[in-house]
């Protein structure tokens, strides 16, 4: 079972940035597709980006494409999250998520079986 420990959150002013990193033991995750979820107070959570096995491939929410970028380390087990020009609609519990079960990530299939706690990140205004 993989465990995810997500960190970097915190509270930035609008346009501000943060680094949210997400870093994984227990096993290597390096041959699984590996994503970002967010959860704002009294609504469902939220898809936000993901990225292949080998990080060739990417994909985002409408809502933060060309603000936020995904990216991955396999040697440190890592997976990350840069967040640019943050807005307070962005404000959310972030939380990493590995598909246990593909290398890339398919809407209609995706099987994230592992979860992180979380970490809070607020936009203010």
């Known amino acids: 079972q993989v465990q995810l420990v997500e960190s970097g959150g915190g509270l930035v002013q609008a346009g501000g940035s943060l680094r949210l990193s997400c870093a994984a033991s227990?096993?290597?995750?390096?041959?699984?597709?590996m994503a970002w979820f967010r959860q704002a107070p009294g609504k469902e959570r939220e898809f936000v980006a993901a990225?292949?096995?080998?990080?060739?491939?990417?994909y985002y929410a409408d809502s933060v494409k060309g603000r936020f970028t995904i990216s991955r380390d396999n040697a440190k087990n890592t997976v990350y999250l840069q967040m640019n020009s943050l807005k307070p609609e962005d404000t959310a519990v972030y939380y990493c998520?590995?598909?246990?079960?593909?290398?890339?990530?398919?809407?209609?299939?995706?099987?994230?079986?592992?979860w992180g706690q979380g970490t809070q990140v607020t936009g203010s205004s």
């Open positions: 998520a590995a598909d246990l079960r593909y290398s890339d990530y398919n809407p209609m299939s995706a099987d994230f079986g592992s």
């Open positions: 227990g096993r290597t995750f390096s041959s699984n597709a």
């Open positions: 990225i292949s096995w080998n990080g060739a491939s990417t």
